[in-house]
């Protein structure tokens, strides 16, 4: 099917949205999609902060971008905002490096007073570097999202189902891409 890179915005290892992307990377692959994670804060934080656009690391990251068929984003947040780290990330890929690509936006955080920074501050990002489609995304409450000593992951009933809607209509959107004739 298609390539998925997943792209986890939060600064901490332990953090239930990186728990949630890796929850979700993992309904993509039973789809049989090929999901690639990718979690920013393994980027030498001097490569990001200091816009080293030739350091392996963000010249991964930036290839990562460009054989993706699709990407999710997935961010903690932060002061009504996705988090600094993604931003920097962000700032350090090609203007158009999700031209063509469809774009799931995910968000967890602790008060519904923050669901609507998915539209008002993470789409217009991703819109302007040139998503071709970005559906629908979902704000999860860290409430609903509970991690267990053994690391396993339990999400609410209703974020279950919320979360399998959006990603199964994100996978849907990923069949339906245009086929790019080959030059020749």
């Known amino acids: ?36 994670p990718l979690d920013v804060r393994t980027i030498p934080a001097q490569a990001l902060l200091g816009a080293d656009f030739r350091h392996p690391a963000i010249v991964e990251a930036t290839e990562l971008f460009a054989r ?3 990407v999710v984003v997935g961010t903690p947040v932060y002061k009504a905002s996705y ?20 774009v799931l936006p995910l968000a967890t955080g602790g008060s519904t007073a923050h669901v609507l920074a998915i539209d008002y501050a993470l789409r217009p990002v991703l ?41 199964d209509q994100f996978s849907t959107a990923l069949g339906r891409r245009p086929v790019l004739a080959a030059a020749g």
């Not at 949205?17 to 049989?32: E, I, M, S, Y």
């Not at 931003?87 to 490096?97: E, N, W």
């Not at 396993?152 to 399998?164: H, K, M, R």
């Open 1 to 36: 099917m298609a390539t998925v890179l997943s792209v986890s915005g939060s600064p901490s290892a332990s953090s239930r949205t990186n728990r949630l992307l890796r929850h979700l990377d993992r309904r993509l692959a039973a789809q049989g999609h090929e999901v690639i």
């Open 68 to 70: 993706a068929d699709g």
């Open 83 to 102: 988090s600094g780290v993604l931003k920097a990330l962000l700032d350090l890929l090609p203007q158009y490096a999700l031209a063509g690509k469809t």
């Open 127 to 167: 819109s302007s570097m040139g998503a071709a489609h970005i559906v629908q995304g979902w704000f999860t409450l860290d409430k609903d999202i509970s991690v267990h000593e053994d690391g396993s992951l339990s999400v609410a009933p209703a974020a279950t189902e919320a979360l399998a809607q959006v990603v």
